[in-house]
Every structure is written in C-alpha cells, then in structure tokens.
C-alpha cells in the first residue's frame, strides 16, 4: 500500500470509532413507509367557510330569476295577465328620489366591499379590522 491510501484508511478507521452509527431496525423502515403512504394519499381539501352561503346566495338567485322569466314569458307569450296589485302606500316623487339614490349608494358600496374582500389587501384588511374588534 501506498502512504496516501494508508493515511486514508487510518482516517476511516478514526472516523469509525469516533462516530456510532445506529442500527436499523422494523421501526425504521415502517415509519419511511408510513411516510411514503402519507404522501401518495390523495390531499383531501378542507370545506371552505362561505361556502355553504355562496350555495344559498346562488340558488336564490337562480330562483328569483327563474321566477321572473317565467312570469314575463307567461305574460308575453300567452297573454295572461297576472295580477300582481301590491298594498304601496304612496310616496311622494321627491322622497322615492332621495330614497333611491341612498339605496343606490348603500348597494354600490356593498358590492364593492364584496369584491375587495376578495383581492389579498381586503382579505389582509378584513383579518386586521376581525384582530381590532374583537
């Protein structure tokens, strides 16, 4: 042998001694199954929160428009007038104004915050206001 492979050898055995390597045993190897059967499952998605209101939201509106097409295909098509003569106590013109208009803001407002709270900055605002207030 040479004198580098001596000094090589000489370290390996060195390197032996000083570091114990454990054994390997049942335990091990089915816990690195475990792990690989943990990650080959499929991920199963949690419920989103709003969800169930989102279904509910949707499924009036699908309602309401249901409701409204049949309603005017029934009294364009057929002729049939229905009768639909609600109790409207009366309003004045100037008061049906001003209430529209404060209605048309309340809801431009309401579905703009809607939107925001979509985008990160309104979600990280919402968590900030939910973190303040309660």
Not at 2 to 8: A, P
Not at 21 to 45: E, G, H, Y
Not at 86 to 99: F, G, R, S
């Amino acid at each position: 042998m040479t004198r580098k492979q001596e000094i090589e050898a000489t370290l390996d055995r060195s390197l032996r001694r000083q570091v114990a390597v454990p054994r390997l045993d049942a335990s091990f190897n089915a816990a690195v199954w475990q792990r690989i059967a943990a990650q080959q499952a499929p991920v199963v998605a949690p419920p989103v929160r709003g969800s169930r209101w989102l279904m509910l939201s949707n499924l009036v509106g699908i309602g309401v428009s249901v409701a409204l097409v049949v309603y005017f295909a029934a009294r364009g098509f057929s002729g049939v007038e229905v009768d639909a003569n609600l109790a409207i106590p009366v309003v004045t013109e100037q008061t049906t104004t001003v209430i529209l208009q404060g209605l048309v803001w309340v809801i431009t407002l309401a579905a703009v915050g809607f939107g925001f709270a979509f985008t990160r900055f309104g979600r990280r605002l919402l968590d900030f206001c939910r973190s303040e207030f309660t």
